[in-house]
């Protein structure tokens, strides 16, 4: 039976008569009444009562009645829903890097979840590196890519992918003689890393600095291009891991070299306050994360 029926039955037995039912239903008395007279005809019984002044329900029709009141409730209750979902779909999530391998993939996954989410605004902010969790925290931040699990109870982390840094070097460079490299070995080389300060480099604050160790010297060079270019020469080492350089394309002077015996690897996690977690924006946003990195 079509909705519509449903609908004829329940907007007769409120407004009394088809004449009454006309204009609610944009339809004319003929076409109400031909639809009725066919409903009947199908379902083998009398939908209502008809007198001049009046129409009554039969107690078959009542329970049609019945039953729709019970159909558009529910479907009143699913498109309402449906709009708390849409409306949850919007949002714009300011979005923090702590690692700026992130950097050079970032902006087409940004630019992919524009295409697929155009009611998400992503705002990528830039430079707040060392203050990542606590902008979080205050607010300042909503979702964070960091390399080191927080401790905090507010905080919700979604381990998204492991990775391992190598550091990347001439083949004339004469480490390229060791299997791996230890910490010893960067006192005599030129690291060159993205920008300062050091605690903001992983192969410093998780490799050099615990074993109180510092490069002969340091350069910071915003572009991988100038870097790659500067190694090629022989002019200096990067630490990175592979998958940051895939947008570029290598000479086949370069090696990769192992940092430390097991590897300098790490885990990447998105930080995201408890609070927000559920919604639905954040939790497009985290999934389509998920499934690109």
């Known amino acids: 039976m079509e909705l519509k029926y449903f609908r004829l039955i329940k907007t007769i037995a409120e407004e009394g008569s088809i004449a009454n039912s006309s204009e609610r239903l944009f339809l004319t008395q003929s076409a109400l009444s031909h639809q009725l007279r066919g409903l009947e005809g199908r379902l083998g019984f009398k939908v209502f009562h008809r007198t001049r002044n009046k129409w009554e329900l039969t107690q078959e029709g009542s329970e049609l009645y019945k039953l729709a009141n019970k159909l558009f409730s529910f479907i009143d209750e699913g498109f309402s829903a449906i ?16 690692c700026q391998s992130f950097f050079h993939s970032i902006p087409s996954f940004i630019q992919k979840m524009g295409v697929l989410y155009p009611e998400i605004d992503i705002d990528l902010t830039l430079g707040a590196t060392l203050q990542t969790i606590s902008l979080v925290l205050s607010e300042d931040i909503d979702i964070a890519i960091v390399t080191s699990k927080p401790k905090s109870d507010e905080l919700a982390s979604i381990p998204v992918f492991k990775d391992e840094i190598l550091a990347i070097m001439h083949q004339e460079n004469q480490l390229n003689n060791i299997d791996f490299l230890n910490a010893s070995d960067f006192g005599n080389v ?6 300062f300060p050091l605690e903001g480099v992983a192969v410093y604050e998780q490799f050099l600095k615990p074993n109180k160790i510092n490069p002969i010297k340091i350069s910071a060079i915003p572009f991988t291009e100038i870097t790659l270019s500067m190694i090629e020469a022989n002019m200096g ?5 592979k998958w940051q350089l895939n947008p570029f394309k290598l000479s086949k002077e370069l090696v990769f070299k192992r940092i430390g015996k097991n590897g300098l690897k790490r885990t990447h996690y998105l930080v995201v306050r408890k609070e927000q977690i559920n919604k639905k924006y954040i939790h497009d946003f985290i999934s389509n994360f998920e499934e690109d990195f």
């Open 83 to 98: 709009k708390h979902i849409k409306d949850g779909s919007k949002g714009t999530i300011k979005l923090s890097i702590e």
């Open 190 to 195: 030129h690291l060159l890393i993205n920008s």
């Open 237 to 241: 080492i990067m630490c990175a891991p």
